[in-house]
């Protein structure tokens, strides 16, 4: 258990309750989000225990009663040594279907929104939000491709036959389901600030900028969050481009980007 917070995580037939080391990382411009695990492992059970697909899930929150928990889910993707009596585990999101579920469809004068939904749902995850220009396609034809690389295809078709701008738009898996939007995740505004939870802040007009605060669980990228950064006369609201979820012995704590919105890549 890490100063301050509770650790909830199983790792393939493993419940872990204490870990030197967690890390959680979202990206809007990627598509699957990746949690590290360093697991106490003096005598080697646990290394021998663990295979790569096994399913992970990582909970943590404050201590107390209330308030907000991480509750993320994956799939181990490697298994090192990461020192002496330590193995550390990298696990994949539930995203990860988007790279692994192959298509083959041939569709005939759909909407692009019927399209996009039909792909999305072929992972077997539920479908949130798939808020993209609306346009009916005359023929349009996937051929054994991820669900990724058509969904990319269906956008450049949008942009290129039919004018519009996707660059903005960006899939994710939220907390009620996948979604294909420019927008933010719908759900509560996450707040830093002075003489609160903000630790540092490092605005860049030009590009991106970062701000370290106290560890915010819950947050993933793609949401809103106020900044009101006293020092610095600065108060906004933007959305979190980047989230990257710090745990161990160095301190708990959250970085946040936000700036320019490069959409998904």
């Not at 034809?141 to 956008?155: D, H």
């Not at 903000?198 to 560890?215: C, E, F, I, N, Y």
């Not at 669980?217 to 969050?225: E, F, H, K, S, V």
Request: glycine share 12%.
């Amino acid at each position: 258990m890490i100063e301050g917070i509770n650790i909830r995580c199983n790792v393939g037939p493993f419940e872990v309750l204490r870990s030197p080391r967690l890390t959680l990382t979202f990206r809007r411009r990627a598509v699957v989000s990746r949690a590290e695990i360093d697991l106490p492992d003096p005598d080697g059970s646990i290394r021998a225990g663990l295979a790569v697909t096994q399913a992970v899930r990582v909970r943590f929150g404050h201590r107390g009663e209330g308030g907000t928990w991480q509750d993320w889910q994956g799939t181990v993707r490697e298994i090192e040594q990461a020192g002496p009596d330590i193995v550390r585990v990298t696990a994949l999101g539930l995203e990860k279907a988007l790279l692994d579920t192959t298509v083959t469809l041939a569709m005939h004068g759909e909407s692009s929104r019927a399209v996009a939904s039909r792909l999305l749902s072929s992972t077997g995850l539920a479908v949130a939000g798939c808020e993209i220009p609306a346009a009916t396609l005359p023929h349009i034809v996937f051929s054994g491709c991820t669900v990724a690389r058509a969904i990319k295809q269906l956008a450049v078709t949008l942009e290129r036959s039919f004018g519009h701008d996707l660059s903005r738009h960006a899939v994710w898996l939220g907390a009620s389901g996948l979604y294909w939007s420019d927008g933010a995740e719908p759900g509560d505004v996450h707040v830093v600030q002075s003489a609160d939870n903000l630790l540092t802040h490092s605005p860049d007009p030009a590009g991106m900028s970062h701000v370290w605060a106290t560890l915010l669980p819950g947050l993933t990228a793609n949401r809103m969050i106020r900044i009101r950064d006293a020092r610095r006369g600065f108060s906004a609201l933007v959305m979190a481009q980047s989230v990257y979820h710090e745990l161990g012995s160095g301190g708990n704590r959250t970085m946040i980007g936000y700036g320019r919105d490069e959409g998904w890549g």
